[in-house]
């Protein structure tokens, strides 16, 4: 998991953003998780492409 490290950093900025009550930092939270799951599934499609070519 090349991008954990970022999804856990979205995960504590939701958390946080909702035990304060701050609705800003807790949808930058979502947002870096979203992100962090985007890239996640491009590399594994990248990855199933370099195993279809072979390289």
Not at 11 to 21: D, N, P, Q, S
Not at 34 to 54: L, S
Request: glycine letters at 12%.
């Amino acid at each position: 998991m090349k991008h954990a490290g970022e999804e856990a950093v979205g995960k504590v900025k939701e958390t946080t953003g909702k035990v304060t009550g701050n609705e800003d930092l807790e949808a930058r939270g979502q947002a870096e998780q979203a992100k962090a799951d985007t890239k996640q599934a491009g590399d594994k499609i990248a990855d199933a492409a370099r195993d279809v070519v072979g390289k």
